[in-house]
């Protein structure tokens, strides 16, 4: 089976019909991974699972067919009784099929086991790029998304990251950019196994809006400061909230433990001296941890 834009459609049908992958799961009588799978185009539904998809939507609504998926998304989106906009919204859909297929495919399988772990709201720490010996700190955002993975927020100052992040192996990888100024960050952390996280550190690549853009590495230590709610638009605004305050961190508010896991000193001197020669978070030294009995979330 083809259907130009499938995942597209499945995802914006779920979203008109305010049907989860779960509740759709169940309703075609599949595991939730299949959804996923088809939601992150790794596969498509076979004729009998389409024709119950097919089934499930015309319960909701009526005179909706199989013909139908092979409308574009303006006449999909009518066929599903909803208003085409006139105007297509800027920011795209979040695109996962320049992943390898295989990669793609562990990262949905992940996901759907441990994707949970790393749901919720997070305070990141790092060096200030352009005032040394000051740190900064970024409000983030993870929940999952329709498309099977976890979708990634970032927010500092007048920026706001918009991306996905996966767990693979032991680490927990993220992409993300800013639609205004076009910057990039890219973010490798190391993540905690069986355990809900509630601590990550790892290392992030991206631009200092400086010139045309100087590349930067640096490190960073996540700490989660709460739980997602069943009402996504009020996680919205909490995230909104928080992160609305001056992201530079007051002088001396950052523990001295934390400033000394993100002050590595790397160069051919460092190493001489046996420290290291490139920038690195080696999981067998990181801060990453799971909920602590007694230690509440920090604000």
Known sequence: MTIDDFPAKLALAMKILSLSRGRLAAELRVDKSVVARWLGGVNAPSGHNLSSLTTTIAGRRPGFTGLDWEHDL????????VEAPTHTPATPSIETSWLPPEVLKEALMTTEARGGAYEGFWRSTRPAIDQPGR?????ILIRRGAHGLLT??????????EGVAFPSQAQLFAFCADPNTGVFIFSISNTVLRNRADVMDGLT???????GGVP???????????????DPAADDARHAA??????????????E?????LTQSVSAVAQAAGGAFMLAMPFGQSMSRGPMPGVPFPE
């Open 74 to 81: 303006e006449a999909f989106t009518l066929a599903l009784g």
């Open 216 to 230: 930067v590495a640096g490190a960073f230590v996540m700490e989660r400061t709460g739980l997602l709610s069943d």
């Open 205 to 211: 690549l991206t631009l200092q809006r400086v010139g």
């Open 135 to 139: 740190f900064m700190v970024d409000r």
């Open 152 to 161: 990634f927020r970032l927010t500092v100052a007048d920026m706001v990251f």
């Open 257 to 261: 433990d934390v400033v000394a896991h």
């Open 242 to 255: 928080m992160a609305a305050g001056d992201p530079l961190a007051p002088e001396g508010s950052v523990a």
